[in-house]
């Protein structure tokens, strides 16, 4: 379910040596499912453990997750990065924001999947978001753009080079072509 690597184990076990004995790490989601989804990790005491957590063991410590979290931390990590600006734990949960869908789920929640866990959170950066509003018979994904990306003068590029390559890389046989139906107004909103 979590992936932490061994220098995020070791930060933990120095943290967590500055805790009351059978303190572990409490890994979690807040609005799991949602646009505004968020990951965190806290400190666990012993008190605080429910009955349905998960519990994961690692090297020193045990990871709790609670039953709401869990199906949206598959596929998390979480490690700890030293560079010239300092350390860091960076925590990576890319179900967070949509519930892992199955290889047999209908292209629809397929692409959606895709959308929520890997595009948007790039147009993110730039306030931006797209919407699936279908698939045609003809296997096209009509999108919307909405955010930063509508009235943006890349909306194209980003259309073309990046959305679409990257879905019928994803679908290949089963989508056809991407297609914007946004009307475009740029404004104070539009990522320049």
Known sequence: M?????????????????????????????????????????YCPPDAAESDDTELEFNGFNA????????????????FVTDQLGSQLTLKAPNAKMRKVSSDASLNERIEYVIQSEINPQLASHGGNIMLMEVSEEGVAILQFGGGCNGCSMVDVTLK???????LDMFPGELTGVQDITEHQAGDHSYQ
């Open 64 to 79: 709790m997750v609670d039953e709401k979290s869990a199906p949206f931390l598959e596929d998390a990590t979480i490690d």
């Open 161 to 167: 080079d990046g959305i679409e390559k990257q879905l």
């Open 2 to 42: 979590i992936t932490i690597s061994d220098a995020a184990q070791a930060h933990f076990v120095t943290l967590l040596a500055d805790q009351p004995e059978g303190t572990h790490i409490r890994v979690f989601v807040i609005s799991p499912g949602t646009a505004t989804a968020e990951c965190g990790v806290s």
